[in-house]
């Protein structure tokens, strides 16, 4: 009975060692997004808007540099790995809601956020 106890714990122990290797360095398998401001609207979930006409998902890495002053409108309810504003003179607005008010309520920049140049600002939101 000890002996079974005893592999159950080293076999979850390895268990988490791995999820914690993984989740460290899941973000080799994220692209990394440039904001080309192509698309005919300011939304960052418009294909147009990126190089290669793929917006960002889940874990990417955003650029927003001197390919593109055209503002954005963030408004992709996904948490990314790093955002990187650099040489990019534009204003983005995050679409972020007060709960209760849609479900875009919080942005999530798991890694670095670098605003070197550019503007961030936020959405009006009405009062409750």
């Known amino acids: 009975m000890i002996g ?11 268990i988490l060692l791995s999820l914690l290797f993984l989740a460290r360095f899941s973000n080799g398998l ?9 698309g005919a609207n300011a ?10 006409n793929v917006p960002p998902v889940t874990g990417d890495d955003i ?11 963030w408004d992709l309810n996904i ?3 790093d955002w990187t504003q650099d040489g990019y003179v534009g204003t983005v607005t995050l679409a972020t809601v ?3 008010q849609g479900s875009f ?7 670095d956020c670098k605003i070197i140049t550019g503007t961030w600002t936020h959405q009006a939101n009405t009062s409750t």
């Open 4 to 14: 079974m106890r005893l592999y159950i714990k080293k076999y979850l122990s390895f």
């Open 30 to 38: 994220a692209a990394t997004r440039v904001w080309n401001g192509g």
């Open 43 to 52: 939304l960052a979930s418009t294909p147009g808007n990126w190089v290669g």
């Open 79 to 81: 948490s990314v790995w």
């Open 98 to 100: 007060y709960p209760g």
């Open 63 to 73: 650029v927003l540099d001197s390919t593109s002053s055209k503002d954005m409108t």
């Open 105 to 111: 309520t919080e942005f999530i920049i798991y890694g």
